[in-house]
């Protein structure tokens, strides 16, 4: 069995557990609900992403690298992506247990950190 305390920084920080007989897992996360991340790097590049609270597309500064994918180029491609109701706007991140840890298929977060119960 494998557990993995997974980490939501937004709305508001916190941390749950999530346990699972297999070592290869899915999850399915909403690019479009997740917060805007400027990123680690020192570029200004200005990016859009949705804003759930608005329900509208808005811009931010992002610095070049890290961050997730709600942020996007024009806030037509936003748009396109996140305001459409009927539209599946999640992303499925694999995960697979390697050395003690849970590795994701997204080269732009880890969010979990494993335990063996």
């Known amino acids: 069995k494998v557990c993995a305390l997974q980490s939501i920084e937004w709305p508001r920080a916190m941390k749950f ?26 570029a200004r590049f200005m990016r859009w992403y949705f ?16 961050g997730n994918q709600n942020k996007f180029r024009t806030a037509e491609a936003c748009e396109r992506r996140c305001m459409d ?6 992303q499925e991140l694999t995960l697979r247990r390697h050395r003690n840890k849970i590795e ?14």
Do not use: L
Not at 17 to 42: A, D, L, M, Q, Y
Not at 52 to 64: E, P
Not at 85 to 90: E, H, I, L, P, V
Not at 104 to 117: G, L, Q, T
């Open 17 to 42: 557990p999530v346990c699972v007989r297999e070592t290869h897992v899915v999850v399915k996360s909403n690019i479009c609900r997740k917060p805007p991340i400027p990123g680690k790097c020192k």
């Open 104 to 117: 994701n298929s997204s080269r732009f977060e880890s969010v979990f950190d494993v335990h063996d119960k």
């Open 51 to 66: 804003n759930v609270h608005m329900g509208a597309c808005s811009w931010f500064t992002y610095s070049g690298c890290g």
């Open 85 to 90: 109701a009927d539209k599946d706007n999640s």
